[in-house]
T-cell receptor
Framework: AQTVTQSQPEMSVQEAETVTLSCTYD???????LFWYKQPPSRQMILVIR??????QNATENRFSVNFQKAAKSFSLKISDSQLGDAAMYFC????????????FGKGTKLSVIP | KAGVTQTPRYLIKTRGQQVTLSCSPI?????VSWYQQTPGQGLQFLFE???????NKGNFPGRFSGRQFSNSRSEMNVSTLELGDSALYLC?????????????FGAGSRLTVL
């Protein structure tokens, strides 16, 4: 079974600084997708960024980028120029590529942004 | 474009009762999946429906069931409620075949069992 591990239950960052959230996963599949979702206190889960395993290039979305290390099964999220609105729970998630839309989530990292 | 709509947003039940939660996916989305979120267990997959067929089911007892209608709307039902069923229930939808597998989530239904 696939597992996703987020080893940092809580993190904090100064406004305008950069922070990196860690995620490792375990799978025997070769085709899969990885995601970072954000859940603010309003609890609506929002997609931050997505990475296809077959793509070597790391995904980026504005201030958000990932460091995808397939061999190491590592998928970290970097947030640049942190803003107060970035404060939230961040979940790393895995999805097998073979016609399944089932996500396996990590336990989450609570990010605080200090003004 | 309307998002994923879940109703009700909040509900309180007592042990032994049953509850039905509803999810209306984004128009055109054919896959609907359900997740249970609790402080202790985190986010756990319940089941996924695609074109009215259950494709996957998580490790939950038979008290948890669901269905999907021809318009892709989905319901999940929990019978004989237990205190441990108190949770945020999230619904997510996506479309096939090349939807990039991105799930869009609803705001959730907060269930409290007393």
């Amino acid at each position: 079974a696939q597992t996703v591990t987020q080893s940092q239950p809580e993190m904090s960052v100064q406004e305008a600084e950069t922070v990196t959230l860690s995620c490792t996963y375990d799978t025997s599949e070769s085709d899969y997708y990885l995601f970072w979702y954000k859940q603010p206190p309003s609890r609506q889960m929002i997609l931050v960024i997505r990475q296809e395993a077959y793509k070597q290039q790391n995904a980026t979305e504005n201030r958000f980028s990932v460091n995808f290390q397939k061999a190491a099964k590592s998928f970290s999220l970097k947030i640049s120029d942190s803003q107060l609105g970035d404060a939230a729970m961040y979940f790393c998630a895995y999805m097998a590529g073979a016609g399944s839309y089932q996500l396996t989530f990590g336990k989450g990292t609570k990010l605080s942004v200090i003004p | 474009k309307a998002g994923v709509t879940q109703t009700p947003r909040y509900l309180i039940k007592t042990r032994g009762q049953q509850v039905t939660l509803s999810c209306s996916p984004i128009s055109g989305h054919r896959s609907v999946s359900w997740y249970q979120q609790t402080p202790g267990q985190g986010l756990q997959f319940l089941f996924e429906y695609f074109s009215e067929t259950q494709r996957n089911k998580g490790n939950f007892p038979g008290r948890f069931s669901g269905r999907q209608f021809s318009n892709s709307r989905s319901e999940m039902n929990v019978s004989t409620l237990e205190l441990g069923d108190s949770a945020l229930y999230l619904c997510a939808s996506t479309f096939s075949p090349s939807g990039a597998n991105v799930l869009t989530f609803g705001a959730g239904s907060r269930l409290t069992v007393l």
